[in-house]
């Protein structure tokens, strides 16, 4: 029976130790080792900071790439800070680095690293790109990423793959953006579910490296895990163009025998699509037509393909009156080859607008809908519609001033997949240092060693530090704005922030009473990932959060600290523990083990309730070494 490229890879990658057996069940834990690391601005510093918690002194990858994207300006003083630490410690720990104004980290990944049969652990917006190329990606955390620098293998939960078997070729003036929306309305209302996304059939042969590479990319926000296409001659030619054709090998899979759901796309009946960024349904662009436009985006996220094909689109015409088209490339390699081959002037002599990927539009007048290609839907300003759609789309509306569909425009010569052979312009490419002893590791003021609990040795008490209500989101925990954002690498700051839009002594009294416990109603954690929330509760010595429940994700966060994430047992035990009451959880660390509840005792009430949890074993090592880094730290010790 013929196995698919998610499972063969997995199996390949299975750690020593860790059950080498074939069969790997979906939805069971394996350790795999991990090939690459890729990082970007936000998430290098606390990588870095982690890595050094472990003691390694180099990386023990493959590959590492940290990529820094310069933020908007002006930059606060201290990102000057974070910069000069993540750039000097990438030479000195044998980590490649991608200096602001090289690009996005998905675009100079793919372009220079990605290659099939590799897999990749990632901290980045669309990272999910390299699975165009035949790689395994899997998202996690900054100290995951840490850990596996330092040469741990990745604990992964395999997911259930759904093939998506594609047949035929794309029609005129349809591209991968089309099918990406055209597969959203075949899949759940709820999306993928986070299952891999593995494409297959005789159709995948005759979509371009540049439509792969646009559909893994997206599947992120379809509700995949991961996108996997198989590793051809496609493939091998986009490489070769690249200047990297020893990087290719073949790869291929049929996983329709075990796959838990089948996709059947036909190419030939694809016809433009567009989506509304609001979660509506995605719909054939001629239904929407004859809706004005205002501001037209070709964003960073957009590939090459995207960009030759608006420019092709518009060769010799002028944009219509009143309408703004801006063109963002996302990394310096697709500005300079779009710039060889004329694109670039072809897009300004038509009326569009280029602009470097860290600018920050302005916003736009309500004068009509927004279109964005590649772009978040921040760019859209205020626009009263917003929707997504493909470069053909974008460059009909450009002409027509109004949502049209390019089916009615005269056919253009396709654009040309590889734009000739190009061995890559690393110049903003910083390589590992070949003597890493010589390079000293930049620490300015505002850069901290990452915060850490000790190893649980005793019985846990303390005192509630808080009390907080349904739904406590991340970043209202800890907002992002300047002036908490400006001290992301210095704790002892970050963490008199914490909590302070509802009880401005809390950072305070948590430090008097040295830790202690918050007590939450439902979903505590909603919202974006915000790590440093967690490594505020870690400065302030905070060991256990009782809740009524957890967002998935933030628990994992938690745990991955240290810090105990546990359940009421009963609705009326949550109103209970009182702000200030001292509270004990006796027999730790031996009483901590699977489905086991825990009893905790109010000492200032005299009550006693029962909390529960779903640690794993390793989760449970990991609470008990005081985070993931504490447990490398103890195999360091004792290696």
Not at 93 to 119: C, I, K, L, Q
Not at 578 to 606: F, K, S
Request: charged share 20%; with cysteine; hydrophobic share 50%.
């Amino acid at each position: 029976m013929a196995t698919g490229l998610t499972r063969s890879l997995v199996e390949a990658h299975l750690a020593e130790g860790a059950g080498r057996a074939r069969g790997v069940a979906t939805g069971a834990e394996a350790a795999l080792r991990v090939d690459q690391v890729l990082m970007d601005a936000d998430a290098a510093t606390l990588v870095f900071l982690a890595f050094e918690a472990t003691g390694r002194a180099r990386a023990q990858v493959e590959l590492a790439l940290a990529c820094a994207e310069a933020p908007p300006p002006p930059p606060p003083f201290e990102a000057g800070d974070a910069l000069r630490y993540a750039q000097s410690a990438a030479r000195r720990y044998g980590v490649h680095f991608s200096r602001p104004g090289n690009g996005r980290a998905h675009h100079v990944h793919a372009a220079r690293f990605a290659a099939p049969g590799r897999t990749l652990l990632a901290c980045a917006a669309g990272a999910a790109t390299a699975g165009a190329l035949g790689s395994l990606v899997l998202g996690a955390s900054e100290v995951e990423l840490a850990a596996a620098l330092a040469g741990a293998p990745h604990a992964a939960t395999l997911p259930p793959v759904w093939a998506v078997r594609l047949a035929g070729t794309l029609p005129p003036w349809v591209c991968a953006h089309d099918l990406v929306w055209t597969l959203a309305g075949r899949l759940p209302a709820h999306g993928a579910g986070g299952a891999v996304l593995e494409y297959a059939g005789p159709g995948v042969g005759a979509l371009p490296q540049e439509a792969r590479l646009t559909v893994a990319r997206a599947g992120t926000a379809l509700g995949a895990s991961a996108s996997l296409f198989p590793s051809d001659e496609v493939t091998r030619s986009w490489l070769l163009a690249q200047g990297r054709e020893p990087d290719w090998k073949g790869l291929a899979g049929e996983p329709e025998a075990e796959a838990a759901r089948v996709v059947e796309l036909h190419l030939d009946a694809l016809e433009p699509m567009i989506g509304r960024v609001d979660g509506a349904s995605p719909m054939a662009v001629r239904e929407a037509a004859d809706i004005p436009v205002g501001r037209l985006v070709l964003g960073p996220d957009a590939g090459l393909g995207d960009v030759l094909l608006l420019a092709a689109v518009l060769r010799g015409r002028t944009i219509a009156p009143g309408i703004e088209l801006v063109v963002i490339p996302g990394s310096r390699q697709i500005r300079e080859r779009a710039a060889v081959c004329g694109a670039l002037a072809e897009l300004v002599a038509a009326g569009a607008r280029l602009v470097d990927s860290e600018v920050r539009l302005a916003p736009a007048p309500p004068a009509g809908a927004a279109l964005l290609c590649g772009a978040s839907s921040g760019a859209a300003g205020r626009a009263r519609a917003v929707f997504r759609a493909g470069p053909a789309t974008v460059a009909a509306a450009a002409l027509a001033g109004r949502i049209a569909d390019p089916r009615e425009l005269p056919l253009v010569p396709p654009a040309a997949e590889g734009v000739g052979r190009s061995e890559g312009n690393d110049a903003l490419l910083v390589k590992p240092a070949a003597a890493p002893d010589a390079v000293e590791v930049s620490r300015g003021a505002g850069v901290r060693p990452l915060p850490a609990l000790p190893p649980m040795v005793a019985t846990l008490r303390g005192v509630v530090l808080l009390r907080l209500g349904d739904r406590w989101a991340t970043d209202v925990a800890l907002p992002c704005g300047p002036k908490v954002r400006r001290h992301h690498a210095d704790f002892g700051a970050l963490a008199g922030h914490l909590y302070a839009g509802v009880d401005r002594d809390f950072a305070a009294r948590a430090r008097t009473h040295g830790g202690g416990f918050l007590v939450a109603g439902a979903d505590y954690g909603i919202g974006p990932r915000v790590p440093h929330a967690a490594l505020a509760l870690v400065q302030l010595g905070v060991r256990a959060i009782l809740a009524r429940s957890f967002v998935p994700d933030h628990r994992a966060e938690l745990v991955r600290h240290g810090v105990l994430a546990l359940r009421f047992a009963g609705g009326t035990d949550a109103d209970g523990p009182r702000q200030g009451d001292e509270l004990e959880i006796p027999g730790l660390p031996e009483v901590l083990e699977p489905n086991r509840p825990l009893a905790v005792r109010d000492l200032t009430r005299g009550a006693q309730f029962t909390l529960h949890h779903d640690l794993t074993l390793r989760e449970i090592e990991m609470v008990r070494a005081g985070g993931l880094l504490g447990v490398l730290a103890t195999a360091g010790a004792s290696a």
